[in-house]
């Protein structure tokens, strides 16, 4: 059974940082890429980054330069770090497999809540 638990989010003022944590199973953790995505009140879900299985990452325009996606296969974790957050960034954010900008599972975790006042 795929499953993905998210952790980390929270309350942070613009300009500050918060680090999210993705615990991935019943998957072969190291055959997939793997992606961050948010979803903001009314709007549909995106994806803001992914890391292959390589390591090599992309990041949608709105976020780069200021989040970093990393994995550790032997933890079949992913981390979000996520600095100079603005009030737009205030969202669900959830992982998942990705394939080609596409959630690999149906499945979606609960997800963490990111909440940037303006």
């Known amino acids: 059974q795929v499953q993905f638990v998210e952790s980390g989010g929270g309350l942070v003022q613009p300009g500050g940082s918060l680090r999210l944590s993705c615990a991935a199973s019943g998957i072969i953790f190291s055959r997939y890429a793997m992606g961050w995505y948010r979803q903001a009140p009314g709007k549909q879900r995106e994806l803001v980054a992914r890391?292959?299985?390589?390591?090599?990452?992309n990041y949608a325009d709105s976020v780069k330069g200021r989040f970093t996606i990393s994995r550790d296969s032997a933890k079949n974790t992913v981390v979000l770090q996520m600095n100079s957050l603005k009030p737009k960034d205030t969202a669900v954010y959830y992982c998942?497999?990705?394939?080609?900008?596409?959630?690999?599972?149906?499945?979606w975790g609960q997800g963490t809540q990111v909440t940037v006042p303006s």
């Open positions: 890391i292959t299985t390589g390591g090599s990452a």
């Open positions: 998942n497999g990705d394939v080609l900008g596409n959630p690999l599972s149906t499945t």
